[in-house]
Each structure stands twice: as structure tokens, then as C-alpha cells.
């Protein structure tokens, strides 16, 4: 069954990349995304070698993070946007996996919310960095 926080956020399917929701915290998102091979995007990424997209794990992160903010206000509508990422990627992961995702937010100004990422496969580090969201309401369509 799908955390209900997952449907709270901005994307649909074939664009979420959160799957399970381990633990949520005024501050901090444990969540995962496995990834089973036979997802559309590795027909053509890495021909016979299939490797999950580094944009699609900084958007898996970017998406822990937004849920962060998503469980501090649940009756607010939330857009967010990515607005800046630092992410070095430590490994690559290949399918069948699981991925274990880790954000902290460790600071905000205004709207610009700061988080520390890390991106696990069977305890390995993959990727790691900072995102900043930027949150705003929709605009009211009349």
C-alpha cells in the first residue's frame, strides 16, 4: 500500500520516485524508491547495461524532500521547485534495487528550504549533496 503522503505530492506516475515512506519528522525523510529494471527510462540508458539516470536520483531526493515540508503542512497546497542541487554521485546503481533515501533540512530563509541528501543501495552511499526547494502556493485559477 502507498504512504498517503506520497499522493500529497506535485508529481504523478511516471513521475514518482518514492515508493515507500520509512519515517517522517518535523525535519527528516526516510524514504525508498526500487527500481525493478523494466521501468520505460532504461530502454535507452546504458544499452545492455542499465544504470538508474543521476537526474532521476536528485529527483528522488528532491521528492523526499518536498515530503518533509508536505507532513509539516498537510492542509496547505504545495508547489515546490527545485531551485539548486549539489549532488556528487558516489556509485552507480543498477537494477533490480532498492533505494534508501535520507533528507534533513538544516536550514531555511523565506520560502528556499535547504536539505542534506544521501542516496543508499545496500548501505552504500551512491550519491550525496544539498537541495534547496523553493515552496510557494498555487496560483488560484479563476
Given at each position: 500500500m502507498t504512504h498517503p503522503l506520497i499522493s500529497k505530492l506535485p508529481h504523478r506516475e511516471p513521475?514518482?520516485?518514492?515508493?515507500?515512506?520509512?519515517?517522517?519528522?518535523?525535519n527528516t525523510a526516510d524514504v525508498s524508491w526500487t527500481v525493478s529494471g523494466s521501468e520505460d527510462f532504461f530502454r535507452g540508458h546504458f544499452e545492455g547495461d542499465a544504470i538508474v539516470p543521476g537526474v532521476l536520483l536528485i529527483e528522488s531526493m528532491a521528492q523526499a524532500a518536498g515530503l518533509v515540508l508536505i507532513a509539516r503542512d498537510l492542509d496547505?497546497?504545495?508547489?515546490?521547485?527545485?531551485?539548486?542541487s549539489d549532488i556528487r554521485f558516489r556509485a552507480p546503481v543498477r537494477p533490480p534495487a532498492t533505494i534508501a533515501i535520507h533528507a534533513?533540512?538544516?536550514?531555511?530563509?523565506?520560502?528556499l528550504h535547504s536539505f542534506a541528501v544521501t542516496?543508499?543501495?545496500?548501505?552504500?552511499?551512491?550519491?550525496?549533496?544539498t537541495l534547496v526547494l523553493a515552496v510557494a502556493r498555487p496560483a488560484i485559477s479563476e
Open positions: 513521475f514518482v520516485f518514492v515508493d515507500a515512506v520509512e519515517g517522517i519528522t518535523a496547505r497546497a504545495h508547489v515546490g521547485l527545485l531551485v539548486q534533513l533540512e538544516d536550514g531555511c530563509v523565506g520560502s542516496a543508499r543501495c545496500q548501505s552504500q552511499i551512491v550519491a550525496d549533496g
